[in-house]
């Protein structure tokens, strides 16, 4: 039996597809409450809504550029009017730096690629402590920092990624961390 929303709203950033959708169906047919983020797959962070709700959960979908601190401050803001006190985030939204031959890389592909993975990442666990820290009023939560196997090996042609430093973004002051790292859903 789903109870839907009583564990509190997760935010999923990259939710529309993989990883961030998988953990999105999970965490709503656990009790979360689901904001599921996406960027430009509309239609996909649709139907993992549907998903959830289907399975007696609670979602809303919201679109944010995980790279725009003030979409990302609209994000949270958004999924608390719609959901209820925010609980936890899965940082999931990453890009790789593309295909091409590093003599072809631009300075406007590494600064997407970082403000997406580093910047956007660490953004979003800001509004996530500012909401869930004890030490600000909040009850608690937990952040969770994903990475992939890409992110050890890199895939072929692709010239970069970071979010394996995500494994290194994980503390916080307020005292409670996660981390979750190379683990695959189906």
């Not at 047919?29 to 904001?35: M, S």
């Amino acid at each position: 039996m789903n109870r839907a929303g009583t564990m509190g709203t997760l935010i999923v950033t990259g939710a529309s597809g993989g990883i961030g959708a998988a953990v999105a169906k999970l965490a709503g047919t656990r009790g979360y409450a689901v904001a599921v983020n996406f960027y430009t797959a509309e239609a996909d962070a649709k139907k993992a809504v549907e998903r959830i709700v289907a399975a007696g959960g609670r979602a809303v979908a919201i679109q944010a550029d995980i790279s725009r601190e003030e979409q990302i401050v609209r994000l949270f803001q958004t999924a608390e009017r719609e959901l209820g006190p925010i609980k936890g985030l899965v940082n999931s939204a990453g890009i790789t730096g593309g295909v091409s031959r590093v003599a072809d890389v631009s300075a406007a592909a590494i600064g997407n690629m970082l403000a997406v993975n580093v910047t956007g990442a660490i953004l979003c666990a800001r509004e996530a402590v500012r909401r869930m820290s004890t030490k600000r009023g909040g009850t608690g939560g937990a952040i969770v920092n994903i990475s992939s196997r890409a992110a050890h090996t890199g895939a072929a042609g692709e010239w970069c990624t970071t979010r394996h430093r995500r494994e290194r973004l994980t503390a916080s002051r307020s005292g409670w961390h996660a981390k979750l790292r190379r683990k695959e859903f189906a």
